[in-house]
């Protein structure tokens, strides 16, 4: 008996499916209040370490200022680390100073600058100094400085420091060290 070979055709649909198996990095975002200053120093350092290793950190200090400073002027501390103050005359930073028009105008442009690094990863880091007076000054709501953040591009890391920071953004941070006296 010979055997009978029975060729049949199914009909399979042909599925293009993407399915990624590694999913892409989320960038950090670390928040530091602290209501002295030393603590700084070592996340500074931190940025600079980055930096020298080949990656790109911005620093903004949206309320400290230095001569000739400001976008204009930026500083380079290392190659890869750029490092903008307030173009101003005076310390913006403290509690009992009221801003002229000119100096609320210097510390809103540094924040349209880091606002446009935080959404196009102009830089791995972005440390910003001070975020906190922003929001207790009244130049941006609380619901801006969460949108940044929400809205950040993936890869970009970002640390935010202060004496005070809004409570709702520990919906957002990675890490939140609150330094007490």
């Given at each position: 008996m010979a055997a009978q070979i029975i060729k049949t055709e199914t009909n399979v649909k042909s599925h293009t499916q993407t399915q990624t198996l590694v999913k892409q990095i989320q960038g950090n975002v670390q928040v530091f209040i602290a209501p002295q200053r030393f603590l700084y120093a070592d996340i500074f350092a931190q940025g600079l370490r980055?930096?020298?290793?080949?990656?790109?950190?911005?620093?903004?200090?949206?309320?400290?200022?230095?001569?000739?400073?400001?976008?204009?002027?930026?500083?380079?501390?290392?190659?890869?680390?750029?490092?903008?103050?307030?173009?101003?005359?005076?310390?913006?930073?403290?509690?009992?100073?009221?801003?002229?028009?000119?100096?609320?105008?210097?510390?809103?442009?540094?924040?349209?600058?880091?606002?446009?690094?935080?959404?196009?990863?102009?830089?791995?880091?972005?440390?910003?100094?001070?975020?906190?007076?922003?929001?207790?000054?009244?130049?941006?709501?609380?619901?801006?400085?969460?949108?940044?953040?929400?809205?950040?591009?993936s890869k970009v890391n970002i640390i935010l420091t202060g004496s005070s920071m809004p409570t709702a953004i520990a919906d957002y941070a990675d890490q939140i060290t609150h330094c007490r006296n």
């Open positions: 980055v930096a020298g290793q080949g990656t790109q950190v911005l620093l903004v200090q949206l309320f400290q200022t230095g001569i000739n400073q400001g976008l204009s002027n930026p500083r380079r501390l290392v190659e890869n680390l750029e490092w903008l103050r307030c173009e101003a005359q005076r310390d913006l930073s403290k509690n009992d100073v009221e801003l002229t028009d000119v100096e609320k105008l210097a510390v809103l442009e540094l924040w349209e600058y880091a606002k446009t690094a935080i959404a196009t990863a102009k830089a791995s880091l972005i440390i910003i100094d001070e975020v906190n007076l922003l929001i207790k000054r009244s130049l941006v709501t609380e619901q801006e400085l969460l949108e940044i953040l929400e809205n950040r591009a």
